[in-house]
Every structure is written in C-alpha cells, then in structure tokens.
C-alpha cells in the first residue's frame, strides 16, 4: 500500500489552517473564560440601594416574626420577664405561693410586645430611607452587623419616644397593666417591704426594641453570610462584591 507523506513545509494552505484554528481556540478561550467573570462592581448609588432592600426585608422579616403569638413569649433568647428593679415583687409573691400572678404578668408583657413588634416596621423602615450614600459604602464594609448598630444608634431615640404609647396601648389591650398593677397592689400591701412600683410600659419598651434589633442582626447577617439568602439581581450584585472584597 503507497502512502503518500504531505510535506508540510511546502502546503502554507495547511500550516495557515493551522494557525486560523489555533488562533481561533485561544480566541474563543478567552471569550468563554470572561463570560460571567468581567461583572462591573456596584455604584455607590447600587449599594446603598442594596443596603437599603436588604435591610427593609430585614425589618420585614424580623417584625413579622415577632409578632406572632410567642415570637417574644417563645423565644428564651428575647422572652422579656419581670423588671430587674421588680424583682424583689417577683421573688415575694413567688414564696407566698402568687404564681399564677406572676406568670400572667409575664406573658402579658410578652403578648403586648408581639401585638407592638409590627408596628415599629414603618418606622424603622423610615430610617432606613433616609440613609446616606456614604453610610452604606461605611456600612457595606463593617462589621457583620453594622447596619444594625448603625439604626439602633441614629434611631433609639425616636423609636423609643414613638414606640412607647404603641407599647402602652398595648399593655392596656391584654391586660396586662392590670395584672401589672394587681401584683404590685399586692406586694405593696406586705407589711415591711419597700413600696415599689417600676415603669412597666418604659421596661417593656427597651425589652421589646432589645428583641427587635436582635431579629434584625440574625437577618443581616443571614444575608452576608449566605449567597441563597441574596434573592434580588441587586442584592445578588452588592453582596458578592462584599464578600469578594471583605
């Protein structure tokens, strides 16, 4: 059988085949390897607009939570018991065998809590509007939590001034005023002991805005910690580069 040998030297049609394709490979190389890898980083306007969506679900999240029955009840980590200064009405009442009294005054606290935690949404939600391009490119790099830190510290006062009568009416709506006020009567009727009688709605307020911004860190940090939790094409974006450049 004659095989005939192609001498290469002398076919430029085949060494400029040659060339064309390895040319075109390296070509479609680099094509292929900077799809999906050449993504523009965020503007300064995307981020605090990402911030901004991600922490207003944050809020959304968290206050929705607490707001069912047992979101503060149930929960041991924020459950909201008896005022440290009440203590000692806890403790006497507790001896004399007044335990039913005391655990309605707890979960009373806590339901009143849960029936306020939706009602502080919209105005955190305000807060969180009203945020700087320069606090969200400060906020994006800091800390896990923050933007948290960051609304409890720019928000605390005016939450809590508009905060309290909602926490008020709702002490009033599960009774809970009333066994506040039954079990201090009581207490202070002991012979001997110190007459006390603690701001119940100012403590519960605290408590309650205590719990809310712990929700609202576990939401933030859920988010920059877990690529699933980015469900927008803009959260997607401002927390990839977060964490590319952390």
């Known amino acids: 059988m004659l095989i005939r040998k192609i001498n290469f030297m002398r076919n430029p049609f085949i060494i ?35 911030l901004k969506e991600a922490l207003t679900s944050g809020i959304s999240k968290g206050s929705d939570a607490l707001s069912k029955v047992d979101g503060y009840f149930g929960n041991p980590k924020i459950k909201i018991p008896f005022p440290p200064e009440a203590k000692k009405i806890e403790d006497k009442l507790r001896a004399l065998g007044l335990n039913k009294m005391c655990d309605d005054v707890i979960l009373s606290v ?49 939450l809590r001034a508009k905060f309290k009568p909602v926490i008020q009416t709702s002490l009033e709506k599960v009774s809970a005023t009333q066994y506040w006020d039954d079990a201090v009567t009581y207490y202070n009727a002991i012979p001997f002991v110190e007459d006390l009688n603690p701001d119940l709605a100012e403590f519960v307020t605290g408590k309650a805005l205590n719990g809310l911004f712990y929700k609202i860190k576990e939401e933030e940090k859920y988010i920059r910690e877990n690529p699933i939790a980015r469900v927008t094409a803009l959260l997607k974006k401002v927390f990839d580069y977060y964490s590319q450049n952390k």
């Open 16 to 50: 400029l085949i040659g060339i064309i394709s390895l040319s075109s490979c390296d070509l479609l190389n680099d094509v292929l390897n900077s799809v999906g890898t050449t993504t523009a980083d965020p503007t300064e306007a995307e981020v605090a607009s990402g």
């Open 110 to 158: 806590n339901r009143a809590s849960e029936d306020a935690a939706k009602e502080a949404k919209p105005i955190i939600v305000n807060a969180i509007k009203a945020m700087t391009v320069k606090d969200a490119m400060n906020i994006l790099f800091g800390g896990d939590t923050t933007a948290s830190h960051y609304l409890r510290v720019n928000t605390s006062t005016s």
